[in-house]
């Protein structure tokens, strides 16, 4: 098969390397455009720059709906494979491949539609999650879906290390499913549209952490929003992120830490987080036993 593939952070690059490796044909990729970063140096997406150590075409475009039509179409693929590429393609785009073009997301759909699914996936608390594969349609993340696999979320397991797993998960299971579209073996199931959980964009604000909730709620939020945006509150009128903490039966006043034996707790709404590593605005990341080291946090309330 003639494949293009459109992707752009770092999720994608192992569904990309999957299409290589499959054997097939990678006519094309397409990315988001080059961005301007500090003193306005340009960067390159991770797509973008495998693209090119992979000796691959490239394709940028601002909108590609309405830019890249014609240009994609010239391109004679039988198969369009997207994976967090970051723009919604229209339905003349979609039906150029005569096999349509499929989806490589980090959930399992019906439930987590939308950006971030990896994320809120922690932050509710699920016990499970897992990849899909699925036929792209207009409407977000609502296509048949053609393959899923599961997989556990560990207790202590954050956002940036569940985001690395259901890459490579990601990858190895569009190989199937490549194969399978080959053979002719693919079989699309409709989603249960009556299922579907939609989840929005996570930004900064949503870390703020208020110590009247649960201890489970809050360490599941915290580990949800590991590495970005990252959970915090207020310590003398500095941002105190949280990095890492674990729930504790412990009994406090929300938002006052206690510390007992060099170990520090923040009391919250039920429980208690035990912090694990923090860091104070302005200064490095640094594991609870070397911060209490330089800062007294015994009664202080954070909030």
Same mark, same amino acid.
């Given at each position: 098969?003639?494949?293009?593939?459109?992707?752009?952070?770092?999720?994608?690059?192992?569904?990309?390397?999957?299409?290589?490796?499959?054997?097939? *044909?990678?006519?094309?990729?397409?990315?988001?455009?080059?961005?301007?970063?500090?003193?306005?140096?340009?960067?390159?997406?991770?797509?973008? /720059?495998?693209? &090119?150590?992979?000796?691959?075409?490239?394709? /940028?475009?601002? %909108?590609?709906?309405?830019?890249?039509?014609?240009?994609?179409?010239?391109?004679?693929?039988?198969?369009?494979?997207?994976?967090?590429?970051?723009? +919604?393609?229209?339905? %003349? +785009?979609?039906?150029?491949?005569?096999?349509?073009? +499929?989806?490589?997301?980090?959930?399992?759909?019906?439930?987590?539609?939308?950006?971030?699914? +990896?994320?809120?996936?922690?932050?509710?608390?699920?016990?499970?999650?897992?990849?899909?594969?699925?036929?792209?349609?207009?409407?977000?993340?609502?296509?048949?879906?053609?393959?899923?696999?599961?997989?556990?979320?560990?207790? *202590?397991?954050?956002?940036?290390?569940?985001?690395?797993? &259901?890459?490579?998960?990601?990858?190895?299971?569009?190989? %199937?499913?490549?194969?399978?579209?080959?053979?002719?073996?693919?079989?699309?199931?409709? /989603?249960?549209?009556?299922?579907?959980?939609?989840?929005?964009?996570?930004?900064?604000?949503? @870390?703020?952490?208020?110590?009247?909730?649960?201890?489970?709620? &809050?360490?599941?939020?915290?580990?949800?929003?590991?590495?970005?945006?990252?959970?915090?509150?207020?310590?003398?009128?500095?941002?105190?992120?949280?990095?890492?903490?674990?729930?504790?039966?412990?009994?406090?006043?929300? @938002?006052?830490?206690?510390?007992?034996? @060099?170990?520090?707790?923040?009391?919250?709404?039920?429980?208690?987080?035990?912090?694990? *590593?923090?860091?104070? *605005?302005?200064?490095?990341?640094?594991?609870?036993?070397?911060?209490?080291? @330089?800062?007294?946090?015994?009664?202080?309330?954070?909030?």
């Amino acid at each position: 098969m003639k494949i293009v593939f459109f992707g752009t952070p770092d999720f994608a690059l192992h569904s990309l390397r999957a299409c290589v490796e499959s054997g097939h *044909e990678v006519a094309a990729v397409v990315t988001q455009p080059d961005r301007e970063r500090d003193r306005r140096k340009v960067t390159y997406s991770p797509v973008k /720059q495998l693209a &090119l150590e992979l000796g691959l075409k490239v394709l /940028q475009y601002d %909108k590609v709906s309405r830019e890249g039509v014609e240009e994609l179409a010239a391109l004679g693929a039988d198969l369009f494979v997207t994976c967090a590429f970051g723009q +919604i393609l229209s339905q %003349k +785009i979609l039906d150029i491949p005569p096999l349509g073009t +499929i989806n490589v997301h980090g959930s399992l759909l019906p439930k987590y539609r939308g950006s971030a699914p +990896i994320q809120w996936a922690i932050i509710n608390g699920d016990k499970v999650t897992g990849i899909t594969i699925m036929r792209t349609a207009l409407k977000v993340d609502s296509g048949d879906i053609l393959m899923q696999q599961s997989t556990p979320i560990g207790e *202590e397991e954050t956002a940036g290390e569940l985001f690395d797993r &259901l890459a490579v998960m990601g990858g190895e299971l569009l190989k %199937k499913a490549l194969q399978a579209i080959s053979e002719g073996k693919a079989v699309y199931t409709p /989603q249960d549209e009556s299922k579907a959980v939609h989840c929005r964009m996570l930004g900064k604000a949503d @870390g703020l952490l208020d110590f009247n909730k649960d201890a489970h709620s &809050l360490d599941c939020l915290i580990r949800g929003l590991t590495p970005w945006p990252s959970a915090f509150t207020k310590l003398g009128g500095k941002t105190l992120k949280i990095l890492r903490a674990r729930p504790c039966d412990k009994n406090g006043r929300a @938002g006052e830490v206690f510390v007992e034996s @060099g170990v520090a707790f923040v009391g919250c709404g039920k429980g208690s987080l035990q912090l694990l *590593e923090v860091q104070l *605005e302005g200064g490095k990341k640094m594991d609870i036993s070397a911060f209490l080291l @330089g800062h007294k946090l015994d009664g202080a309330v954070l909030g």
